[in-house]
């Protein structure tokens, strides 16, 4: 079975712009929730969808959204990037939202 | 508010012996705990977990320990092998896993020849 795969692995941008990353969990899998790793924070949990709904959401500015389609696959945007955003964005998949999650490689973000 | 704690950011065994990672946390709702392991520029790749009606859940070379009362748990890697270094991440999680796992600061194992 397919792991989890992140689409951009890397990405560069400056300061004002927008970026969306996306994520396709593991076949099967209805949750996908979305992590951010900073040196400083550690890993800190953004949000989580199922079945295209957001269950829950973590501490994060509103510039931080994202949304979950028909077929799983979710996707995360955030606009208007700070310096301060820059971080492997992670996303995890469960198969209903259970405790095991199962993590994609990562999209590390740089902004400039 | 650090809710979970990996008090050791880094630890250093030798290969074959015993590594013991430990996690202590302060939520008291918590009642799934997981161990991840990561290595740089990838993905935390989940190793084993235990729920809080368990005190113990082995799975080949690595052990679980949950000590409720303590709220601490601890991870036991027996033989180490140059492969398990790696930084080992303590997540936890309440009420089925929907509000996401909160997880430790990470300690880097380092497994010597």
């Known amino acids: 079975k397919a792991g989890v795969t992140q689409t951009p692995r890397y990405l560069i941008k400056t300061r004002g712009q927008q970026v969306t990353l996306s994520c396709s969990p593991i076949?099967?899998?209805?949750?996908v929730s979305w992590y951010q790793q900073t040196p400083g924070q550690g890993l800190q949990f953004l949000f989580e969808?199922?079945?295209?709904?957001?269950?829950n959401k973590g501490n994060f500015p509103g510039r931080f959204s994202g949304r979950q389609f028909s077929n799983s696959r979710s996707e995360m945007n955030v606009s208007t990037l700070e310096l301060g955003d820059s971080a492997l964005y992670l996303c995890?998949?469960?198969?209903?939202?259970?405790?095991?999650?199962?993590f994609g490689p990562g999209t590390r973000l740089l902004v400039l | 508010d650090q809710q979970v704690k990996q008090n050791s950011p880094s630890l250093s065994v030798q290969e074959g012996r015993i590594s013991i990672l430990n996690c202590d946390y302060t939520?008291?709702?918590?009642?799934?705990f997981l161990w991840y392991k990561k290595y740089p520029a990838e993905g935390p790749t989940f190793l084993i977990s235990i729920s809080s009606i368990k005190d113990k859940n082995e799975d080949g070379r690595f052990t679980v320990f949950l000590n409720k009362s303590a709220k601490h748990l601890s991870l036991h890697i027996v033989p180490s092998q140059p492969g398990d270094s790696a930084v080992y991440f303590c997540a936890a999680s309440a009420g089925g896993g929907a509000d996401g796992l909160t997880f430790g600061k990470g300690t880097h194992l380092i497994i010597q020849p």
């Open positions: 969808y199922f079945s295209e709904t957001q269950r």
């Open positions: 939520n008291s709702m918590f009642d799934y």
């Open positions: 995890a998949s469960a198969f209903r939202g259970q405790e095991t999650q199962y």
């Open positions: 076949s099967g899998h209805r949750s």
